[in-house]
């Protein structure tokens, strides 16, 4: 009986996550809707991409990278230091679905990462939302 892939395996290893994730801090450079996401990055987005990087081997079912150099990944308690609401969530998860659509040519593949990730970038929201009536005092 042979092991089932993993979505590791199915992206393309090293090579085809290296190339996702990419091509997803590339865009997080030029995507308008992704401007209030890239403030809260340095300069530099050589050190998120890695992180996120290592984080997806693991979590994609590939070599455990980000917890060997890191610990564990704690990803809410790693970004609570970010004020994250809506806006910045919905600019990242626009970086990360263009470069999925750009870079991972399997859809059901791209759909099976896509029902995982949104709901964990949404986790990691942790600003209130409030409905526009009552930020203008209605």
């Not at 030029?30 to 984080?55: I, N």
């Not at 150099?69 to 990803?75: I, S, V």
């Not at 998860?93 to 896509?114: P, S």
Request: contains cysteine; proline residues 7%; negative net charge.
């Amino acid at each position: 009986m042979t092991d089932a892939p993993t979505l590791y395996d199915r992206i393309g290893g090293e090579a085809g996550l290296r190339r996702m994730t990419q091509r997803m801090y590339a865009l997080m450079d030029t995507l308008p809707e992704a401007a209030a996401v890239r403030a809260q990055h340095p300069d530099s987005l050589d050190g998120s991409e890695q992180k996120l990087f290592e984080f997806l081997s693991g979590w994609l079912g590939g070599p455990p990278l980000f917890t060997q150099k890191h610990g564990a990944p704690m990803l809410r308690a790693r970004h609570l230091p970010f004020r994250i609401g809506m806006e910045e969530a919905s600019g990242w998860l626009a970086c990360f679905h263009g470069a999925m659509t750009e870079t991972v040519y399997d859809v059901e593949l791209r759909d099976v990462i896509w029902s995982r990730i949104e709901p964990l970038a949404l986790h990691m929201r942790n600003l209130q939302a409030v409905p526009l009536r009552w930020a203008e005092g209605g």
